[in-house]
C-alpha cells in the first residue's frame, strides 16, 4: 500500500472474482508481521547487551519483510513511494546503530500497512458481495424435467425455476406464476414489487410466496447484477478533482522528499554535527513521507462509490461524486421521472342519452390495434375487446373504423366535436388529462379521459430538495396545462413546458447561472439534456443500458425519494473529500519543521505520523455509511380503483348524483407498453 499510494501509476481496482476481503484483523499478513515486530521488540526492552541488540533487529526483520520487498520491486520499475523513504529512513538509522530506532519505523509503519489494506479490502468487499447474491445453483427445466446447473452455464432461452424464498440467477421474463420480489439489494427500494407474466426481472432478487418460471434473457456474464458490478469498479477509476489534486501533489513530493533529505543532512553537516543533522534527515524524510495525503480522497471515494451502489445509487467515479455534491439546482422531466409512464383510465363522460359501457366499448374496439400509451389505458379497462374493421389513424387527431357494422370515431377534441361535453373537455384538460372523444354513426357518446398519474412518493421527493436548498425545475415537451397540473401535484413551481429534447439542453445550460445543475431524465430524449448539465442523473436505470451510460448517476430503482438521498450522500462524501486534503497536507507542514529542527525524535515522528494516516483513512471511510441512504417505508398503497365513473354533463353520475368538480385519482396498475409510432391524438408522446 505504501508504494502503491504514490506509485507513478497506481494499481487498478481489482477485478470481480479478487480474493475476499480478509473477515478479521488478524488475517492481515502485515498486523501478523506487526504484532511479530511487537513482541520482539518488547523483548528487546526487557533484555540488555547483545540479546536486546539481536531481539531490537529481529524485530526490524519481521516489520521491514511488509514494506521492503514491494519497495525494491517497484524502484526496479522506476517506481518511487512512501515505502522507499520508510526504507531508507531505516537502513540510515541501523547505519548510526540505532536498531531501536529502525525496528519502531518498521513496526509503526507495517501497522499502517496493515490498517491501509484492510480499510480497503473490506471497502470494495461490501461491492463484490453483490456477486454473491447470485445462488450457488439454478434449477431449470429442459424436456419436462428439473436440473440443477451452475448459473454461469445458463443459456438464453433457457427456462428457470424460481420457488419460494429463492434468489433469482439472472436476468428474465416471467413466464408462468405470480409472486412478489424483494429487490432492495439491488435498487435499494424496500417495498415488494409484484410480478406475473411478461414482467421482467433481475439477477439477485429474492422470490417471494409464488412459484416462477423465467426465461433466461442474459446470461449471468452479461445479466444486470455483473453489469452494475463492472461498472461501479470502473466508477472507482474516475478520479475528481480532489483526487487529482491529491494525486497530482503526492507524486512529485517522494523524489522531493529524498531531495530535501540530502540537502538537510549536507548543509548541516557543514555547520554542525555530521552525525547529528543525517539523523535529522532520516526523520525529515519520514515526516514528509506524503502517503497519508496520496490516500486521503481515493479512500473516502471507493467508501463512498460502494456503500452508494449498495442502497441503488451507481455513483460514476469521484467526479461523478463531487459534481452531485455541487449541485444548486435540479431540473427534472417529467414522463416517466416525476409521473410513473402508466396512462390509466382515470373519468369517462357520457353524452345525454349514451352508456359508459358504450364509450369504452367503442373506444376499446378501435384501440385493439394500436401501440399508444393512451390505447394501453383504454384497453385495460376494457380487457379482451374484439378489434374493429378498417382501423385508419388521422394523423395528429385520431382513429377511425367500423365497430359492429357502423362507422365509428375517436380522437381529439376539434376532430370530434365535443359539443355538450365541452365543459367536461375543458375541466378534465385542466386537470392534467388526456381527453379522446368518442363518436359512433355522427352521433357523440362521451369522453374516456386519460392521465399519467404522478408517482406517489413525488411531492416528498421534491419537499426534500427543497429543505437541502435545491432549486427543482421541471422540464417536459407536454403542453401548458398538463404540465402545470402534474407540477402543482408534485409542489414544483418553475416549469418549462412544449419543449423539443434541444430546447431543454438550452434551459439547462441557462440555469448553470444559478449553480451547479443536475438534470434527471429516464430516456433517450433527455440525453442531450444529461449530457450538458454537470451532473446527468438517469431515473430508474435498472436494466437500461442507455440510460445507465449516458449519465454520470444512476438510480437503479423506481423510488424518486432516492434523488435527495443521492444528493445529501454526495454532500456528505465532497466534504470528508475537503476534510481529508486539509488534514493530510496539515501533517505534512506540521511534521517537517519539527523534524528539520530536531524537535522530534524519529520515533515521534514515526508514530505521529502513521498515527495521522490511520486518522485519513479513518475519516475516508466515513464515507461508505449509508446514514445518508436509509430504507424508505413503504409507499401508501391507494385501494382497488372503482371502475372508471361514467359523468353527464351536468355533474351528476348515472344515478343523478351530483359529483364535484375536481378529478379524482384512480389507479389500474396496468403498465403501458413503449411507444412505437406517431401520437395519432396531438398529445405528448411518451418517450
Request: glycine share 10%.
Amino acid at each position: 500500500m505504501g508504494d502503491a499510494c504514490c506509485a507513478a501509476d497506481p494499481p487498478a481496482a481489482p477485478p470481480v472474482a479478487a480474493e475476499a476481503a480478509p473477515a478479521a484483523l488478524w488475517q492481515v499478513r502485515e498486523l501478523r508481521m506487526a504484532a511479530a515486530a511487537g513482541v520482539l521488540l518488547v523483548g528487546s526492552l526487557l533484555s540488555a547487551g547483545s540479546a536486546a541488540t539481536a531481539l531490537q533487529a529481529a524485530a526490524l526483520l519481521a516489520g521491514a519483510a511488509t514494506f521492503v520487498p514491494g519497495t525494491l520491486r517497484a524502484l526496479r520499475r522506476g517506481r518511487l513511494g512512501v515505502g522507499l523513504l520508510m526504507t531508507v529512513a531505516a537502513a540510515g538509522a541501523v547505519a548510526l546503530g540505532e536498531y531501536g530506532e529502525a525496528a519502531m519505523l518498521a513496526f509503526l509503519f507495517s501497522i499502517a500497512e496493515g490498517l491501509e489494506g484492510y480499510a480497503l479490502a473490506r471497502t470494495r468487499h461490501g461491492l463484490r458481495a453483490l456477486m454473491d447474491l447470485v445462488p450457488p445453483t439454478a434449477r431449470i427445466l429442459r424436456d419436462g424435467a428439473e436440473s440443477e446447473v451452475d448459473p454461469a452455464r445458463l443459456r438464453v432461452g433457457d427456462v428457470l425455476v424460481v420457488r419460494p424464498g429463492e434468489r433469482i440467477a439472472t436476468d428474465g421474463t416471467v413466464a408462468a406464476g405470480r409472486s412478489s420480489l424483494d429487490v432492495s439489494v439491488v435498487t435499494g427500494e424496500s417495498v415488494p414489487v409484484e410480478v406475473g407474466p411478461g414482467a421482467e426481472v433481475f439477477a439477485g432478487t429474492v422470490n417471494g410466496a409464488g412459484a416462477l418460471e423465467i426465461t433466461v434473457t442474459a446470461t449471468a456474464q452479461d445479466n444486470s447484477l455483473a453489469k452494475l458490478v463492472h461498472m461501479v469498479h470502473e466508477a472507482q477509476g474516475r478520479k475528481g478533482a480532489s483526487q487529482r489534486l491529491a494525486e497530482r501533489a503526492a507524486r512529485p513530493l517522494v523524489p522531493g522528499v529524498l531531495v530535501l533529505g540530502a540537502v538537510v543532512a549536507a548543509l548541516g553537516s557543514l555547520f554542525g554535527d555530521p552525525g547529528v543533522w543525517v539523523e535529522r534527515a532520516l526523520v525529515v524524510l519520514v515526516a514528509a513521507a506524503p502517503c497519508a495525503f496520496a490516500l486521503s480522497v481515493p479512500v473516502a471515494v471507493v467508501a463512498a462509490i460502494g456503500a452508494a451502489s449498495k442502497g441503488g445509487v451507481l455513483l460514476k467515479g469521484g467526479a461523478a461524486a463531487e459534481a452531485l455534491g455541487k449541485v444548486r439546482v435540479v431540473a427534472i422531466d417529467k414522463t416517466g421521472t416525476l409521473t410513473r409512464n402508466e396512462p390509466e383510465v382515470i373519468e369517462v363522460v357520457t353524452a345525454p342519452g349514451a352508456a359508459r359501457d358504450a364509450v369504452l366499448g367503442v373506444a376499446a374496439a378501435l384501440e385493439a390495434r394500436s401501440e399508444h400509451p393512451l390505447a394501453a389505458a383504454i384497453l385495460a379497462a376494457v380487457p379482451g375487446a374484439a378489434p374493429a374493421a378498417d382501423v385508419a389513424a388521422v394523423p395528429g387527431n385520431g382513429l377511425t373504423g367500423t365497430v359492429d357494422g357502423r362507422p365509428a370515431r375517436l380522437g381529439r377534441p376539434g376532430f370530434v366535436d365535443p359539443g355538450p361535453l365541452d365543459g367536461e373537455v375543458a375541466r378534465l384538460q385542466d386537470a392534467g388529462a388526456t381527453v379522446v372523444l368518442v363518436e359512433r354513426d355522427g352521433r357523440l357518446l362521451g369522453a374516456v379521459a386519460v392521465r399519467d398519474e404522478v408517482r406517489p412518493e413525488a411531492a416528498e421527493a421534491i419537499a426534500a430538495l427543497r429543505r437541502q436548498r435545491v432549486a427543482v425545475v421541471m422540464l417536459t415537451g407536454d403542453n401548458s396545462r398538463t404540465a402545470a397540473a402534474i407540477a402543482a401535484e408534485a409542489g414544483i413551481e418553475d416549469v418549462r413546458a412544449e419543449l423539443l429534447p434541444a430546447d431543454k439542453a438550452r434551459i439547462v445550460t441557462g440555469l448553470r447561472a444559478r449553480g451547479a445543475v443536475a438534470m434527471v431524465g429516464d430516456g433517450i430524449n433527455d440525453a442531450p439534456a444529461l449530457a450538458t448539465a454537470d451532473t446527468g442523473i438517469a431515473m430508474g436505470a435498472m436494466g437500461s443500458d442507455v440510460a445507465i451510460e449516458a449519465a454520470d448517476v444512476a438510480l437503479m430503482g423506481e423510488d424518486l425519494r432516492r434523488l435527495p438521498d443521492a444528493l445529501a450522500h454526495a454532500r456528505a462524501a465532497r466534504r470528508i473529500f475537503a476534510q481529508n486534503l486539509l488534514m493530510s497536507g496539515g501533517i505534512l507542514v506540521a511534521l517537517v519543521p519539527l523534524a528539520a529542527t530536531g524537535a522530534m525524535s524519529l520515533a515521534a515522528v514515526v508514530a505521529a505520523h502513521e498515527l495521522a494516516e490511520v486518522l485519513v483513512i479513518a475519516n475516508g471511510v466515513r464515507a461508505g455509511r449509508r446514514k445518508h441512504l436509509p430504507a424508505h417505508p413503504p409507499l401508501r398503497t391507494a385501494p382497488a380503483p372503482a371502475p372508471a365513473r361514467s359523468v353527464h354533463p351536468s355533474g351528476a353520475d348515472e344515478s343523478g348524483k351530483e359529483l364535484p368538480s375536481p378529478m379524482p385519482r384512480a389507479h389500474s396498475g396496468a403498465a403501458a407498453p413503449a411507444v412505437a409510432g406517431c401520437c395519432e391524438y396531438g398529445c405528448d408522446c411518451a418517450k
